[in-house]
Every structure is written in structure tokens, then in C-alpha cells.
């Protein structure tokens, strides 16, 4: 005898209803809880990582702003101290340059009130090869002959002699005079134009000499002379030598 087959009747419509809604509650719950549990990881991590560089960055500028603003301030200060340095020697250089340039201007300069030129005008200069001539050496004497004026100076030789002359110091006894016994080293008529320079040159033999007495002359002692150079009466400044 077969037993009866028994049909299962469909639930109700409600219940299946309440199934489907919970079970997307629970699937939008769990959505929630993975959406929040990955921001709590990754956007804190990612927060903490861009404000961790941002720190680091500024860490890092301030102190390479600080060496610079240093560095900076001390190449100003060492660059004025080295300008003064170099600056100080040239204007000591330049001071002395000036001295000697006033001092040769003062010798060597031509006057502009002075318009007319006679022998007495001229600037008659002595000078030596060596402040103290070794024995057996001849002294070599120079003579420069300037013309302060606005105007050419024509001078005859010939009348108004031009001469070296030797003095003994202290006694200012004459010893030798170049025209004692040889022509003197120009003659004639000369132009000493306004503002130039003329140069002569004598050797002494270191014998003494007078007018007219040119033998048997007798050497000059060692010790202490000056020289004069001379055009006419017109005199430079004595000029002390050695002869040793």
C-alpha cells in the first residue's frame, strides 16, 4: 500500500519579503563596516605620510635659509674689508707718486707770467754719476739746463761760458774747473727752448787744475767736494761727492 504523497505549500509572500530586506541590511551593514575599516587604514596612513613630508620639507628649508642669510652677511662684510685693504696701499702709492711729481713740477715747470727769457732765467741743475767715486775711478758730472718761460732763450756760449766746477768742502777752495785747460763742452750760440730740458757731461781726471796751469797737475786728495755747474754767473746749487 503506497503512502500518499503529501505537496509542501509555499510559504507566504511576507515572509520571503522580510528575508530579501534582511539580508540586504546585513549586506549594506558589511559594506559600511569594510568601507570604514579601509579608511581608518589607508586614509590615516595617507594623512600621516603627506604631513610627515610636509614637516620634513620645512624641516629642511629653514635651515638652508639660515647658512645662506650668514654666508651672505659675511661676504659683505669680508669683501668691504678687502677693498680697503687693496684700496689702502693704492692711495699711499698714489700720495707718493703725487709728492714726487710736485716736487719734480716745482723744479721743471714753466711759469706763464714769465714771458721774456735772459741767462738768469734758466734753471742750471747739477748732478753726479756717483755720490762717492771709488779711488782710481773719474767722476762723471752731468749739468741740466731747464727753461722755465713761455719764450725761447738764445744764449751765446762763447760770452757767457759754460763750465763744471769743483770745490773743496769746508775750505771752499776752487780744485778743478773743466775750461781750465780744454774747450768747454759747448760753445756758440745756443736756443734753450721754453719748457725743455738740455743735458751736458764732463769726466773729471781727478787732477787739480787752474787757468792756464795744465802740466804737471798734482791728483786731488780723497775726502769731501761739491760741484757747481755754471752758465756765465748763473750757478746751480752745490752738489756735495766723495772721492774716496
Known sequence: MTEPTR?????PREIYVRRRIAALVAILVLVVILIWAATALFGGSSEDK?????AASSSLVQPSEQPTTSQSEEAESA??????????????GSDDAEKSEDSQNT?????????????D?????????????PGGKMPTFY???????TKDCSIDLDEQQLRFEVYKMGSNERVWSDTDCYASVETGKQT?????????????SRKR????????RPEAESGAYFLHTVIGDNYSAALPFNLL
Open 79 to 92: 669683501v668691504p674689508a678687502s677693498e680697503s685693504e687693496e684700496e689702502q696701499p693704492s692711495e699711499e
Open 50 to 54: 603627506e604631513s610627515q613630508p610636509a
Open 7 to 11: 505537496t509542501s505549500k509555499p510559504l
Open 192 to 204: 734753450f727752448k721754453s719748457g725743455e730740458t738740455r743735458f751736458f757731461q764732463a769726466d773729471w
Open 121 to 133: 732765467d734758466l734753471n742750471v741743475m747739477a748732478k753726479t754719476k756717483e755720490d762717492s767715486v
Open 209 to 216: 787744475s787752474e787757468p792756464g796751469q795744465c802740466t804737471e
Open 143 to 149: 749739468m741740466e739746463v731747464f727753461n722755465p718761460t
Open 107 to 119: 723744479e721743471l715747470v714753466v711759469d706763464p707770467s714769465k714771458t721774456e727769457c735772459s741767462l
